[in-house]
């Protein structure tokens, strides 16, 4: 199952690349980020399938896991390269009373979703 790990760390110059190479060393695939830094932090969002072993490799690499939430990664939407389709399916998934908390794009074109409800929001995106 695909798990996405929340990470807060320092926001300066090799802190992303500690995380890239304890997830390397442990065989750990990326297969989703998404970060940013404001007011002197860094907020990372991964996406990866073996959580435990990525969470023992960035704790053993000093990096502090502060979430983990189960996620829907969506195989690539037909329509997603057209104009509103995301405005489309985010309405669906409104509609329905499903907040979205985590969105980001993964490899190969896949979305890396979490919201309150993934099994309902899974079957709305389809």
């Known amino acids: 199952m695909a798990t996405d790990l929340m990470i807060s760390l320092d926001d ?3 802190e992303l ?8 060393a442990a065989g750990v695939n990326i297969e989703g980020l998404c970060g940013m ?15 435990a072993a990525a969470k023992a490799a960035l704790e053993g690499a000093g990096l502090k896991v502060e979430g983990e939430s189960d996620v829907i990664l969506a195989e690539p939407i037909a329509a997603a390269d057209q ?3 995301m405005g489309m399916i ?24 979490v919201t309150d409800d993934n ?8």
Request: hydrophobic letters at 45%.
């Open 12 to 14: 300066r110059p090799g």
């Open 17 to 24: 690349a500690r995380v890239g190479e304890a997830l390397g």
């Open 37 to 51: 830094g404001m007011e002197g932090r860094g907020l990372i969002h991964l996406c990866v399938m073996d959580a």
């Open 83 to 85: 104009p509103g389709s």
């Open 90 to 113: 985010a309405r669906r998934i409104a509609d329905a009373g499903i907040n979205v908390r985590v969105l980001y794009l993964a490899t190969n074109n896949r979305a890396v979703v």
């Open 119 to 126: 099994d309902r929001a899974m079957e709305l995106m389809s």
